[in-house]
């Protein structure tokens, strides 16, 4: 069973809310990008995609609202998953293209870290957009 069928329920949901973006699956991970137009449809994507219990291990996901007085009071924020192997400078490099904003996602994320070098695989990190240049 491939991850898009694992996953069927979590692509339902996001047609339905009309999310604009995809969900592609490539080198054994699901990766989940798109925009909605409030946050609320978004947390609902993600509901639907935390039914399945080892979603941290397949799931990159990027959903983000564009519209609505709720995303306009707060920033975009996107999530990510560490893999095994990551560094928040690799992290940094891929997702805001400047491995120096590592210390950015550190900052985003000290209620959980207390070291930037000690990141473990599965643990959520929140990716702050205002870092993107």
Known sequence: MGLRDKYDFAIQTAKSLRMQGSAEERDGKLYFKGTTQTQEEANKIWDAIKTVPDWRTDIIADIQ?????????????????????????????????????????????RDQLSDPDKI????????PQAAKH
């Open 65 to 109: 609202a564009i519209g609505g007085p709720a995303a306009a009071a707060a920033p975009a924020e996107t999530t990510y998953t560490v893999q095994p192997g990551d560094t928040l400078g690799k992290i940094a490099k891929h997702l805001l293209g400047d491995a120096n904003a590592y210390m950015e996602i550190f900052n985003a994320n």
């Open 120 to 127: 473990k695989p599965g643990q959520q990190l929140k990716i």
